[in-house]
């Protein structure tokens, strides 16, 4: 019999489960790993090396190459493990979030001082609120994420 | 004999730590959000237990994905601040209290909560900013603390209604422990946020506020909610506020006495990406036979 998952049908989310948690074990371990200075600077001295030394997935690799966190996400990563590479590139929750609904920083920041996105159309996947697929990216879609500016 | 004496809920919000530690919080962004502190931290100087079980749950930083306990009780003489990423908070040592807490462990294992015991653990922002809202900045912590976690980060968390119940066991066992200490129960957490995904942002202030009312006044039944209202109400980072149900439970009316009286009630959105909830209950001293 199928596990009960009755949170399938919230838009824009991904809820952290037992499946995913199994998925994303070594891309959160990874992710883990960049609590630790020394690790952190051998993955920003070769990133790619550094990943390979992980058995992760091609497209968790990716997702973390290209800091795209909903990729992420989707490849099993939980944010709480994520933010560690946001720490590493010196970012702030917030701004990781943004980086998530292709708001920029500045845009995603007025969001929540305005009370935050409203939950009106954001409850079920097919309403038209904004966290729908339809109205994705939000925003200007600037990136919010630019690892060059490190 | 030991007793609660109040239950005091509260977000946890790590910028709020970065806030205190770079001394911003008369900035206009977090003036509102920290006046709405100042009556608790007046309340919690007249009113320090003698120890505090902080309800709080760890991110990603005791436990990685190698272990992942439901419930874990802190029973170390003490547990430094952990260094998240950004560096430790500059917040005193946390003092445990570690008869206590065995205690606590011993009781409500043969109530059939089968807790994980910590002897050693690092405390994330989880449990440093709930201290520093109530308390902060002082050179020591006022009282030991008791450190106990709850698991949040993996789906399936536990229900609402369990953590209800282990709130009750919690309060049996201090009311069993032999020493006449006053013990408060804070939960932490919440309220209505969530950090993923195009829905990242979320916040519902008419459900908080609701979740307060029912928190104050039908506890039972909030404990009835399923996981996925909170998922859907208050996004996927607002299921944290099961772990306020765990300090509701232990309070006197849960167990057929006395409802506690409201202290303070204070509401705010936003910090950072999170809605900030805080309530303080305190037990009324008459405690009626049941």
Redesign the interface.
Not at chain 1, 10 to 18: L, R, V
Not at chain 1, 78 to 81: A, H, L
Not at chain 1, 115 to 119: A, E, K, N, V, Y
């Given at each position: 019999m199928p596990l009960d998952k009755?949170?399938l049908d919230?838009?824009?989310?991904?809820?952290?489960?037992?499946e995913q948690?199994r998925r994303?074990?070594a891309l959160?371990?990874f992710?883990?790993s960049?609590?630790k200075a020394e690790n952190r600077a051998r993955f920003k001295a070769n990133e790619r090396a550094y990943l390979d030394e992980w058995p992760m997935t091609g497209a968790q690799k990716q997702a973390v190459l290209e800091r795209d966190?909903?990729a992420a996400?989707a490849e099993g990563g939980?944010?709480?493990?994520l933010?560690?590479i946001?720490?590493?590139d010196g970012k702030?929750?917030?701004q990781?979030?943004?980086s998530?609904?292709?708001m920029s920083e500045e845009e995603?920041r007025e969001?929540?001082?305005k009370?935050?996105?409203?939950?009106e159309g954001?409850?079920?996947i097919g309403e038209d609120g904004?966290?729908q697929?339809h109205r994705?990216?939000?925003g200007s879609g600037k990136p919010t994420w630019d690892r060059r500016r490190r | 004999m030991a007793r609660i004496t109040a239950s005091v809920y509260t977000s946890h919000v790590p910028l709020i730590g970065v806030a205190i530690d770079l001394g911003k919080t008369e900035e206009p962004y977090w003036k509102p959000l920290f006046a709405g502190y100042e009556p608790s931290r007046r309340w919690f100087a007249a009113n320090t237990p003698d120890v505090i079980v902080l309800v709080y749950n760890d991110h990603a930083t005791a436990f990685s994905m190698d272990m992942i306990p439901t419930f874990a009780i802190g029973t170390a003489a003490a547990f430094q601040p952990a260094d998240e990423g950004w560096g430790p908070r500059p917040v005193p040592t946390i003092v445990g209290h570690p008869e206590l807490a065995s205690h606590i462990a011993q009781s409500v294992i043969q109530d059939d909560f089968d807790l994980t015991i910590a002897n050693k653990l690092e405390v994330d922002h989880g449990l440093t900013v709930p201290l520093s809202l109530m308390c902060g900045q002082p050179r020591a912590w006022p009282c030991p603390v008791i450190p106990f976690l709850v698991n949040v980060l993996q789906y399936p968390v536990p229900s609402g209604r369990r953590c209800f119940q282990l709130g009750k066991a919690i309060r049996k066992a201090v009311a069993r422990y032999d020493k006449p200490l006053k013990v408060q129960i804070w939960g932490t957490g919440g309220m209505s946020h969530q950090l993923q995904g195009p829905r990242a942002g979320l916040i519902n202030r008419e459900w908080d506020n609701r979740f307060l009312d029912r928190l104050i006044d039908h506890p039972a039944a909030l404990a009835q909610v399923p996981h996925v209202e909170y998922v859907r109400e208050a996004g996927s980072e607002g299921i944290e506020l099961v772990m306020w149900l765990i300090a509701r439970g232990a309070a006197a009316d849960a167990a057929g006495g006395p409802k506690p009286r409201i202290v303070h009630r204070h509401y705010h959105v936003p910090a950072s990406n999170t809605a900030v909830g805080h309530l303080i209950l305190e037990e009324q001293l008459e405690e009626q036979p049941s």
């Open positions: 009755p949170y919230i838009p824009g989310t991904t809820i952290f489960d037992a948690s994303g074990y959160n371990q992710c883990m960049l609590m966190l909903n996400i939980n944010i709480y493990f933010a560690k946001g720490a590493t702030s929750f917030l990781m979030a943004a998530m609904t292709g995603y969001m929540m001082v009370g935050g996105r409203s939950i954001n409850r079920v904004s966290a697929a994705q990216p939000q | -």
